[in-house]
């Protein structure tokens, strides 16, 4: 089974940066697409961005212009680049990798981190 954990979530204030990071562990052989995900407070969890394995993007409306998502394959990291940050951006930040094959067997199966804390100010 993959593990999923992600890092640098933060407290910044509005106009600024940060970046996630993400990092798969397991038996793995390759991962289909990574995504980041968001959740705010009394807000259902919502997409902002995804990777594919040959590095096609896809950014929630929300975020274009000023998201970066990236990825490592022989490392089996991602990353979400967060620049121009606006206080609507607050939530909890998840982790996402979908159609996860492992070394030795057909089967693939999907899994999500345990999520990051990004908090904006106004």
């Known amino acids: 089974q993959v593990q999923l954990v992600e890092s640098g979530g933060g407290l910044v204030q509005a106009g600024g940066s940060l970046r996630l990071s993400c990092a798969a562990s397991?038996?793995?052989?390759?991962?289909?697409?990574l995504s980041w995900y968001r959740q705010a407070p009394g807000k259902q969890r919502e997409p902002v961005a995804a990777?594919?394995?040959?590095?096609?993007?896809n950014y929630a409306d929300s975020v274009k212009g000023r998201f970066t998502i990236s990825r490592d394959n022989a490392k089996n990291t991602v990353a979400l680049q967060m620049n121009s940050l606006k206080p609507e951006d607050t939530g909890v930040y998840y982790c996402?990798?979908?159609?996860?094959?492992?070394?030795?067997?057909?089967?693939?199966?999907?899994?999500w981190g345990q999520g990051t804390q990004v908090t904006v100010s106004s």
């Open positions: 990777i594919t394995s040959d590095g096609s993007t």
């Open positions: 996402n990798a979908a159609g996860v094959y492992y070394s030795g067997s057909p089967y693939a199966n999907s899994a």
């Open positions: 397991g038996n793995i052989f390759r991962i289909n697409v």
